[in-house]
């Protein structure tokens, strides 16, 4: 059996969940969100998570996205919007088992077999929205440390940062560069900023090192990572004065997209099943 025959029975076990977590969050999250969440409400342990694909990319939250992509097709959430994630009124009153998730993916494979598609998920390692994104993460993970750096400070810049400047000096607390955010004409925040060019998570100790080199040199810290943050990092950074500003790859992704820095617009067309419905039904009544 081959490797894309094996992946329907393991992402269609986070349907269920999936529909849960939107519910539960009001209807829509953030994707990581949404990975976030099911980990947690399945105590999945740090382990699984942290398994990667060849790519180097999470299986986990992959697995999660081809849910998500599947459930679009269905019908259950919007797949027009990018980076949210949304129930369709569908969505919110439908509940699904695994074995509903397995009736579901399989009639997405029929269905674009019936067209002479290509079946989904044998093609691309992630769901086209994701695949897209994990490219542009692969090219900012390839840089080098300064060139990272470098690009870090252009997309400050491009997001209402001025004076923003590299400092490239080694055993400064992990700081690489320093900004100023003109809140208004009267109000204006210097910042000290961090890169780290990651694939997996900062911690605790990092978020908490860099705020104590900080203390007493700036209004704010950010720090921009093409990995993720651990849980109690997220608690330290948010933990006392000054605070430090997380920005993971899933939100370094949509800032690059919405300063249209490295990527360049593209369209795109899925087929929507549920518009053929009406007329499959009404061969049948015929």
Known sequence: MTEARKKPSE??????????CLRALGGSAKPREVSA???ESQKMSAQKRGETLKSGEERFHNQVAWARQY???EGLLDGSRRGIWTLTPKGWETHLTEQDGRMISRRVVTQTADTGATTPIEDAAAPPEEAADAALLSALRKLSPSGFERVCQRLLRESGFENVTVTGRSHDGGI???????VNALVSLKVLFQCKRYKHSVSREQVGDFRSAIIGRADKGIILTTGTFRVDAVSEANRTIPLVELIDGERLVTMFQNAKL?????????VDQSFF???RATEREG
């Open 277 to 279: 419905d009406q007329f």
């Open 71 to 73: 459930l679009a097709w």
């Open 262 to 270: 490295g990527v360049k617009p593209r369209v795109v067309y899925e």
């Open 37 to 39: 969440w099911i980990a």
């Open 176 to 182: 690489d560069g320093i900004g100023v955010l003109q």
């Open 11 to 20: 992402f269609v076990k986070w349907m269920g969940p999936l529909l849960d």
